[in-house]
């Protein structure tokens, strides 16, 4: 078992092999004297320093990386962004809260977009919509759910039977499927990186520099294995990894989860691809996404594991089964690339967030939406930090992540419902 801050990967992030080389800022060395430590370069950190930056440009800022940018769970992910949640079938007031939602969403997607328009990068935004993808009786019953309740909001959201979800994806393998307007697609080591090399002047970013300890104290010291970091203000960008530092542990949970790029499809093949550019998320929560990426690869995303990771064999196999379930004509194609990564799973869904102690403060706990949500949840603390507003509308907006039990409860508990879950999510996975 690993004593490190961080989730250490066996595999390196698919997405971030697919581009150049980048070679990795300096780790911090020797004493640095900062006004801010961010700690953590995934979306969350680097939208908070950037704010910072926006809002204090005196100040000198120091962001802290324990892996390099691209290896992070940031550019391990599907890639699957949006700027507006269309939640269907609510109450009146779960309708208010996910209006509250939308706007931060939409607030989170543009500050996404200004930090790609200063930078001046590509990372192959697409706004393809999104298919919501039934192999089960129960993932059927979800779409027309959300069929229903689209057509009640009067939210466009398009009903597909089996070949019109093969049409645009290339597999029959889904009994139905409902497809809505919004929804992008990205690539996300792109992203990543791009944000990371357009970090404003004032923001100074250290790779392959863990933080191994946080000290106590007016400032606080940060210890890395090179360096001694005196800052005023911290902020914990680490996501699950913030449970290192004692903090937030009984909100919690670490999930690994898996994915794999195929090798490149001939192109006398490629018409079994589907349409242009889709993107297709499972009708049950423990199923398998898939898109297509670019002209020639698919991708799937599957499996989960509970605070430690799979074997990387035994989770590539398990990959590329579901893969060949679904294209079975395509069998022969590898999975270049197999890959996990870690999500901040809490009970609720809402994140831990805001002022942990003097000078302290994290965020983490976007579950499986962190592009969107880690960017806006950064921006917004570094406007708390700086401003000193409370952000109640963001707080009441997102909520308050419940507690989870200790242990051994949570462990025996998240067993149980695992198995239950995956036994009721069958085909979908
Ligand atoms: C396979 C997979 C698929 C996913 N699909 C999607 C998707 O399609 N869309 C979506 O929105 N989200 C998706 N997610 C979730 C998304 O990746 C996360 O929500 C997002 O990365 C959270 O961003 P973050 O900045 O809060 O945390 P992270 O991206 O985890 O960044 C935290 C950073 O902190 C660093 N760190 C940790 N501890 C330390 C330390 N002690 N010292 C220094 N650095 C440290 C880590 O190395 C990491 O780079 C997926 C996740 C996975 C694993």
Same mark, same amino acid.
């Given at each position: 078992m690993s004593l490190s801050p961080l989730p250490v990967y066996a595999d390196a992030c698919g997405w971030n092999a697919l581009l150049p080389p980048r070679p990795p800022r300096p780790p911090a060395q020797g004493d640095i004297r900062v006004k801010y430590a961010v700690v953590g370069a995934g979306y969350t950190g680097l939208a908070a320093a950037r704010r910072l930056a926006e809002l204090d440009p005196q100040a000198e800022i120091a962001v802290l990386e324990g892996t390099t940018v691209g290896e992070g769970s940031s550019a391990r992910n599907s890639g699957f962004a949006t700027r507006?949640?269309?939640?269907? +079938?609510?109450?009146p007031k779960e309708a208010a809260r996910a209006e509250q939602l939308n706007r931060f969403t939409g607030e989170g997607f543009d500050y996404l977009l200004a930090g790609m328009a200063a930078g001046g990068f590509s990372c192959d935004l697409e706004e393809t919509g999104r298919i919501l993808g039934a192999a089960t009786e129960a993932g059927e019953a979800k779409v027309r759910e959300l069929i229903d309740g689209a057509a009640a909001q009067g939210v466009a959201a398009r009903l597909l039977d089996r070949a019109g979800v093969a049409a645009l @994806? +290339?597999? @029959? %393998? %889904?009994r139905s499927g409902a497809r809505t307007e919004s929804g992008y697609l990205l690539q996300p080591a792109a992203l990543i990186r791009g944000l990371a090399d357009a970090l404003p002047a004032g923001v100074r970013l250290y790779e392959?520099?863990?933080?191994?300890a946080i000290e106590e104290g007016r400032p606080r010291l940060l210890r890395t294995p090179q360096a001694r970091i005196r800052a005023e203000c911290v902020v914990l960008a680490t996501n699950a990894a913030?449970?290192?530092? +004692?903090?937030?542990r009984d909100g919690l949970v670490t999930i690994y989860t898996y994915a794999g790029l195929t090798e490149p499809i001939a192109p006398e093949r490629q018409e079994r691809l589907g349409a242009a550019a889709w993107g297709l998320l499972p009708a049950h929560r423990l199923g398998s996404t898939l898109r297509r990426v670019g002209a020639d690869r698919l991708m799937i995303r599957s499996l989960y594991a509970y605070e430690w990771p799979i074997d990387s064999r035994a989770a590539a196999q398990a990959l590329k089964a579901r893969f060949d379930r679904r294209y079975p004509e395509l069998?022969?194609?590898?999975?270049q690339y197999v890959w996990g990564g870690t999500t901040a799973l809490t009970m609720n869904g809402s994140p831990r967030w805001g002022r942990i102690g003097e000078g302290l403060y994290g965020s983490a706990g976007c579950n499986g939406a962190g592009i969107v949500k880690g960017t806006v949840l950064g921006k917004r603390l570094a406007e708390m930090i700086v401003t000193g507003d409370a952000q109640e509308a963001l707080q009441s907006a997102y909520g308050r992540a419940d507690r989870i039990a200790p242990e051994p409860f949570r462990t025996i508990g998240f067993r149980l419902v695992s198995a239950i879950e995956s036994r009721k999510a069958g085909a979908e996975m």
């Open positions: 507006f949640d269309a939640k269907v +079938g609510l109450s @994806t +290339g597999t @029959t %393998y %889904y392959t520099s863990p933080v191994e913030i449970k290192h530092f +004692g903090v937030w069998a022969d194609v590898r999975l």
